[in-house]
């Protein structure tokens, strides 16, 4: 059976047509002989009936040429297919009903009833067509449900109906959907491709146990990282493995939801906050067609700036990185191979303030994202020195050469650690924040910085760290029970610095919301739930530098939104190039750190609100 409707496939287009125009002419032409048999009218009727209902119906097939409704504009019998029809139905009807009130030739009434059942032929055909279809395509042979996993879905919306459907529907399928989970009452009685609703989520240990259930589904593309850390707790309670679907933004086709969606839960999920939506024909707008300079190119946050940026077609993307693996490993990710004999990639150090000087002179870019720093929080705390090298003066080299060539727009990348700091690498941050503030009152460019916080599988980070202890047995360390931290993708954070070159204000800093923080011990053990096997976590104790929790804002400042609901604008007091050049890296430690001290407590006096006990409370023992 499903063969013939294959066959139908290949002449739908005219079958289609030849129904529709038949369901006008019959439908008009029916009404005005059964009014003429039960002798409400005369036979005489049938002639104009029968012209009206092929007037009507060749109306319909001109105005439906055009908008593609016989050439698979939608699926015959869905909700759009059945809309469209409707409308097109609808305004002939009305035409024919004002052209049948100014004549004789026709009765109002078989106009009316025969607009009526021609309507009732156009939409039950379809109906008839597609229930016919779907039970064909049931009957085709596939594994038998007592050979497919038993799964439980929780939610019964549009996506869990779609989901369902290809379970059910699709051959290859190795799922059998046994339950539907939904807390909305007026969905109880909901069946959904033949499954019912069961019961509310409350329910999913019983219903598992209740179908022999194996597999739990979220079929919630929007649900809340609290959402999937309540269900995954109880799948594990339950003792079923936890499949989730993507977020709407992340999903191939939101219209579709196909088993192909289905995914194991990661901790990213866990952390899900409401993702930046960028508009891509803005970034365009300023990444095509010009140089784009990337330092820090080697990173995890340069290389993906790379990636993202390739696709954008620029004039030239110059990757600039002192670690030639780093290069290495980023032009085989965008080229497919890495002969290291591209003009693209540039080894180089941004210490070296003649080298930096002379690349900006000879390659010109127009736009630059700086995201070469030291970022390792203890290592910097025991050489503080390094950190005003490369994270100070190195990013003075920088903007200079960026303004030396007039460089259109400065994305310096940042931490949330530049935020009331208290560490060697906050400190060393938010001064390279106020010298971009600087660059941008002297130049003629726009120079702005980036503000986020821990970036999920970066290099170093401490979901990389827990995967490797967990890797060999444990024990995870975490430095204290109590301790959050805010956390992002790497491809949010590259697309908020993208972002940022499109809309950042000068001078300032964007911060995006990251939502709530995290608790690390909580992500720690979400970690060792996902491998399974009991790990111990021993806590270390905070290390010098850290904090409890974490800051976006420095105290006094002001959260600006003026572009983005997400997205804040922050004004940075400027740090003069001439303090940065004081900064001796030399020296007795203590002696640097308090020379960074003094540093950021200069900036934060002249921020507009503070005074000196605000300075006092953020000073560091």
Not at 239 to 267: A, M, T, Y
Not at 375 to 403: D, F, M, R, S, Y
Not at 478 to 498: H, N, W
Request: hydrophobic share 45%.
């Amino acid at each position: 059976m499903h063969g013939l409707f294959a066959g139908l496939q290949l002449v739908r287009p005219l079958v289609q047509r030849l129904f529709d125009l038949s369901a006008w002419v019959l439908g008009y032409f029916s009404m005005a002989w059964l009014q003429a048999v039960v002798g409400y009218s005369a036979y005489s009727q049938l002639g104009p009936a029968l012209i009206t209902g092929l007037a009507c119906g060749i109306a319909f097939l001109a105005l439906a040429a055009p908008l593609r409704l016989h050439e698979g504009r939608s699926p015959v019998g869905s909700f759009d297919d059945a809309l469209l029809v409707s409308l097109l139905g609808g305004a002939i009807s009305l035409v024919a009903l004002a052209v049948s009130a100014y004549t004789t030739d026709i009765r109002i009434s078989v106009a009316v009833t025969g607009a009526m059942c021609a309507f009732l032929g156009l939409l039950g055909g379809r109906a008839v067509y597609r229930l016919a279809r779907d039970f064909a395509l049931s009957r085709e042979p596939h594994a038998a449900p007592a050979d497919r996993t038993p799964v439980v879905v929780i939610g019964a919306g549009n996506a869990a109906a779609q989901l369902v459907g290809d379970m059910v529907r699709n051959p290859d399928s190795i799922w059998n959907p046994v339950a539907l989970l939904d807390d909305d009452p007026y969905k109880r009685h909901r069946r959904l491709s033949g499954v019912p609703v069961v019961g509310d989520t409350a329910k999913l240990e019983s219903a598992a146990e209740r179908f022999d259930a194996t597999i739990a589904v979220l079929a919630i593309p929007s649900a809340s990282a609290d959402v999937v850390r309540r269900f995954n707790a109880r799948a594990s309670a339950a003792r079923l493995e936890l499949k989730v679907l993507p977020s709407v933004n992340d999903l191939g086709n939101p219209e579709h939801v196909q088993i192909e969606d289905l995914r194991d839960i990661e901790v990213s999920d866990f952390l899900g906050r409401q993702p930046v939506e960028t508009d891509v024909s803005e970034i365009a707008d300023y990444l095509t067609g010009r140089k784009v300079l990337v330092t820090g190119a080697g990173g995890s946050i340069g290389s993906e700036l790379c990636r993202q940026i390739a696709r954008f077609s620029p004039a030239e993307l110059i990757m600039l990185d002192r670690d030639e693996s780093a290069l290495h490993a980023v032009q085989l990710s965008i080229e497919g191979r890495a002969l290291l004999d591209s003009d693209n990639l540039v080894l180089g150090d941004i210490r070296d303030e003649r080298f930096v000087h002379e690349l900006f002179e000879r390659r010109r870019p127009d736009v630059v994202f700086h995201a070469a720093a030291l970022k390792h929080l203890p290592l910097l705390e025991a050489a503080p020195g390094e950190a005003v090298k490369t994270n100070i003066w190195g990013t003075q080299t920088v903007l200079n050469a960026a303004a030396a060539v007039g460089v259109e727009r400065f994305v310096n990348v940042s931490t949330d650690k530049a935020a009331d700091p208290c560490s060697v690498l906050g400190y060393s941050k938010r001064v390279a924040e106020g010298l971009t503030a600087a660059a941008a009152q002297d130049s003629a460019g726009r120079f702005m910085s980036v503000r986020f916080g821990n970036v999920l599988g970066s290099r170093g980070s401490v979901l990389t760290a827990f995967t490797a202890q967990i890797a060999r047995g444990g024990p995870v360390t975490v430095t204290d029970p109590r301790v959050t931290r805010y956390f992002m993708t790497i491809g949010e954070a590259v697309q908020l610095v993208i972002q940022a070159g499109a809309i950042g204000s000068d001078g300032k800093v964007m911060v995006l919301d990251m939502g709530e923080p995290v608790s690390i011990a909580a992500v720690a053990q979400q970690l060792i739930d996902l491998g399974g096997k009991p790990i111990e976590i021993v806590y270390t104790g905070l290390r010098p530098g850290e904090k409890m929790h974490e800051d976006l804002f420095s105290e006094g400042e002001v959260d600006e939104r003026p572009h983005h609901p997400l997205i804040s604008h922050v004004p940075v007091p400027p740090f003069a190039s001439s303090d940065a050049a004081r900064l001796s890296p030399y020296g007795p430690r203590q002696q640097v750190v308090d020379l960074l001290v003094e540093a950021t407590e200069r900036m934060t006096l002249d921020a507009p609100g503070d005074d000196d006990r605000q300075v006092a409370s953020r000073r560091r023992d």
